[in-house]
C-alpha cells in the first residue's frame, strides 16, 4: 500500500438524483411539491420572513444621495507636507494628480482632488487641483504658495428654463 493509492470513498457523498422514478423518492415533482411559485425553477423570494415584517421594512428610511453628485478624493495639506518630508513628492515643481498617486495619497489618479487645511505646511506648494478649501488656500498662499485649478467638470444634468422652453416655441 503506498500514500497516492489510499482513497476514502465515504467522504465524497453522491448528488442527490432528482426526477429518476417514483421509487427514489425524489420522483415526479423532484421534492418541489405542488404547483405554485416556489415549485418553478428560478424562484427566490428575497426578504420574505414567513410573513413577519421583513427587516429591509422594519428599518427606518435614511439620507439621500443625489445621482448627478461629485465626489472628490479629499488630501490634507498636512498630508502633502508629510509626501514631501519622505521624499515621496518633490516640492519645487506643480503637484499633480499623477504625484498624488505616486505618493499614495489617492488610490486612482482620474479621480477629481479637493485640498483641505488640516495640518502644517513648511514648503511653498505648487499644485494643480480640481477644488480646494478656503483654509487650504490660505495656508498656501501664507507660504508664498500656488494653487491652479483644473477645468471645471461641466454637470450633464439638463436644466430647462422658461427662456429655453419659449425658444423651442
Do not use: C, W
Not at 427514489?24 to 418541489?32: E, F, N, P, V
Not at 421594512?57 to 490634507?76: A, C, Q
Amino acid at each position: 500500500m503506498k500514500l497516492n493509492t489510499i482513497v476514502d470513498k465515504a467522504s465524497v457523498k453522491k448528488p442527490k438524483r432528482v426526477g429518476r422514478g417514483i421509487g427514489s423518492g425524489t420522483g415526479k415533482t423532484s421534492g418541489a411539491g405542488h404547483k405554485g411559485q416556489k415549485a418553478r425553477s428560478g424562484v427566490a423570494i428575497k426578504g420574505f420572513e414567513g410573513g413577519q415584517m421583513p427587516l429591509h421594512r422594519r428599518l427606518p428610511k435614511r439620507g439621500f444621495k443625489s445621482r448627478f453628485r461629485i465626489e472628490y478624493s479629499v488630501i490634507n495639506v498636512g498630508a502633502i507636507d508629510k509626501a514631501i518630508n519622505d521624499k515621496k513628492i518633490d516640492a519645487k515643481k506643480i503637484i499633480t494628480n499623477e504625484d498624488f498617486f505616486k505618493a499614495g495619497l489617492i488610490r486612482n489618479k482620474n479621480v477629481l482632488v479637493k485640498i483641505l487645511g488640516n495640518g502644517k505646511i513648511d514648503h511653498s506648494l505648487n499644485l494643480k487641483v480640481d477644488k480646494a478649501s478656503k483654509t487650504a488656500v490660505k495656508l498656501i498662499s501664507d507660504k508664498k504658495g500656488k494653487i491652479d485649478y483644473n477645468e471645471k467638470i461641466q454637470n450633464t444634468q439638463k436644466t430647462h428654463s422658461k427662456e429655453e422652453k419659449e425658444k423651442k416655441k
